[in-house]
C-alpha cells in the first residue's frame, strides 16, 4: 500500500509542477515531458500527468501552436520557415505544423513583410557602397525565416537603385 500512496504524492507533486508552468506561459506536451523529464519523475508519472492535462484541454498542441505563431508573427516579420522550425523544436508535429502555417499566414504576403523589414534596416543606416550592408540586410532576411527565393527578390527589388 505504501507504494500506491508514493505513487499518488509524485502525480499530486508533478501536476503542482506543470500547473506552475503552464501559469508562465503554454507549452507543448514534448516540452511539458522534458520539463518533468529534468524534474526526476518517473516516466508513469509523467505519461498520468500528460494524459489528464489533455483530458482538460489545458495541453493542445494545435492551440497552442496556433497562439505561439500568431504570436510571433503579430511582434515581428517573419518567413515560414522560421516558424516551422521552432514549432518542430517545440515538438509539435508536421500535419498539425502545416495546418497552422497555413492559417495564420494566409492573405499575408511574405515578401511585403520582408521587403518592409529590409527597408526598415536601411533607413537605421547609412548606405554604404561597400556591399557590407546588402549582406548583413540578406542574412537578417534568411535568419528570420524568408525562403531563400523571396530574399533574392526582395534584394533585387530594394537595392536596385544602388548599382552604380
Not at 520582408?114 to 557590407?132: F, H, N
Request: one cysteine or more.
Amino acid at each position: 500500500m505504501r507504494k500506491v500512496s508514493d505513487l499518488c504524492e509524485e502525480v499530486d507533486r508533478a501536476k503542482k509542477y506543470v500547473y506552475r508552468l503552464l501559469a508562465h506561459r503554454g507549452r507543448t506536451r514534448k516540452e511539458v515531458r522534458e520539463r518533468l523529464m529534468r524534474k526526476g519523475f518517473s516516466g508513469q508519472v509523467i505519461e498520468k500527468v500528460i494524459k489528464r492535462f489533455v483530458e482538460l484541454n489545458y495541453l493542445d498542441d494545435r492551440t497552442f501552436a496556433f497562439n505561439w505563431a500568431d504570436m510571433k508573427l503579430s511582434a515581428r516579420p517573419c518567413g515560414r520557415r522560421l516558424i516551422e522550425s521552432e514549432l518542430r523544436k517545440k515538438g509539435v508535429s508536421d500535419s498539425v505544423l502545416k495546418e497552422v502555417v497555413e492559417k495564420v499566414y494566409a492573405g499575408k504576403d511574405e515578401a511585403s513583410m520582408a521587403r518592409r523589414l529590409a527597408a526598415s534596416r536601411l533607413k537605421k543606416g547609412i548606405p554604404d557602397k561597400s556591399g557590407k550592408q546588402r549582406d548583413r540586410v540578406y542574412r537578417l532576411l534568411l535568419r528570420r525565416g524568408f525562403a531563400p527565393e523571396v530574399v533574392n527578390e526582395v534584394m533585387v527589388e530594394v537595392f536596385r537603385n544602388e548599382v552604380g
